[in-house]
């Protein structure tokens, strides 16, 4: 299964990185390629509904799972199956933010678009996330 990791760091607290990046409401100030979210499922399926950017009547429904105690959000896709994994560990007196991500064989194609995005986003996070 193809998969990458990445990470960043902010001197941010963990709490003000996680009210981020455990709610799904937030994704599109900073997750690159996410148009809109609505936070329902989409004719039962998922957690929540992304759209992504420039495609707003390509509902997406993703299954979200978090643990503030340990700091992980889990955000599998429906539609595709790709897993990112955000983990957020105190460090320096600010937060290091790491992110795993796996996608299926069929999806392969498309792992470096989605280094990029995730790059990207991490940057848009900490950004956000604040000093």
């Known amino acids: 299964m193809p998969s990458f990791d990445d990470s960043a760091t902010t001197s941010a607290a963990p709490e003000e990185v996680w009210k981020l990046l455990y709610d799904p409401s937030r994704f599109p100030d900073w997750w690159a390629?996410?148009?809109?979210?609505?936070?329902?499922?989409?004719?039962?399926?998922?957690?929540?509904?992304?759209?992504?950017?420039?495609?707003?009547?390509?509902?997406?429904?993703?299954?979200?799972?978090?643990?503030?105690?340990?700091?992980?959000?889990?955000?599998?896709?429906?539609?595709?199956?790709?897993?990112?994994?955000?983990?957020?560990?105190?460090?320096?007196?600010?937060t290091r933010i790491d992110i795993h991500v796996e996608l299926p064989e069929r999806e392969a194609h498309r792992l470096g678009g989605q280094r990029e995005a995730i790059g990207e986003s991490l940057r848009n996070l900490v950004a956000l996330a604040g000093p």
Do not use: K, N
Not at 34 to 42: E, K, L, M, Q, S
Not at 68 to 92: H, I, K, M, N, Y
């Open 33 to 94: 390629g996410i148009g809109t979210v609505d936070r329902r499922a989409h004719e039962g399926l998922g957690d929540y509904t992304m759209f992504p950017a420039g495609y707003p009547d390509f509902p997406m429904p993703q299954d979200l799972r978090s643990d503030a105690q340990s700091g992980r959000v889990l955000v599998s896709c429906l539609v595709s199956d790709l897993v990112f994994e955000w983990r957020l560990t105190p460090e320096g007196g600010g």
